[in-house]
């Protein structure tokens, strides 16, 4: 059984960096064609992908973010890392981590989420 675990502050001042962490038992995030992805839904909207760290250790960023956003991965933990500088309120969301299967192109396992909230 794959799991996938989120952590990270619960509560982040503006302007601050927001760091949060996917553990995933079950399954090694080196494994072939797996993508290792961030996603965020903002209060009362609908989900915006952020990006992937991929099984090879590639990454990719949407656009919007690529200039404060960054994935990292410890593979001595089996975890991947979400960085994100400069945040502002427009950022609190629920953070979800998921496993993206190449072959079909679709999410077999996500994270619980973890609630993000910027505020002073």
């Known amino acids: 059984q794959v799991q996938l675990q989120e952590s990270g502050p619960g509560l982040v001042k503006p302007s601050q960096t927001l760091s949060l962490t996917c553990t995933v038992s079950g399954d090694s995030i080196t494994t072939n064609d797996t993508g290792w992805d961030w996603i965020r839904q903002f209060p009362g909207k609908g989900l915006e992908w952020i990006g992937y760290i991929a099984y090879s250790g590639s990454t990719y960023i949407i656009p919007s973010l690529k200039s404060r956003a960054s994935i990292s991965r410890e593979l001595s933990k089996n975890q991947f890392t979400l960085q994100l500088t400069s945040v502002t309120p427009e950022d609190t969301a629920m953070y979800y981590c998921?496993?993206?299967?190449?072959?079909?192109?679709?999410?077999?396992?996500w994270g619980q989420g973890t609630q993000v909230t910027v505020s002073s």
């Open positions: 998921a496993r993206l299967v190449y072959d079909g192109n679709y999410y077999d396992y």
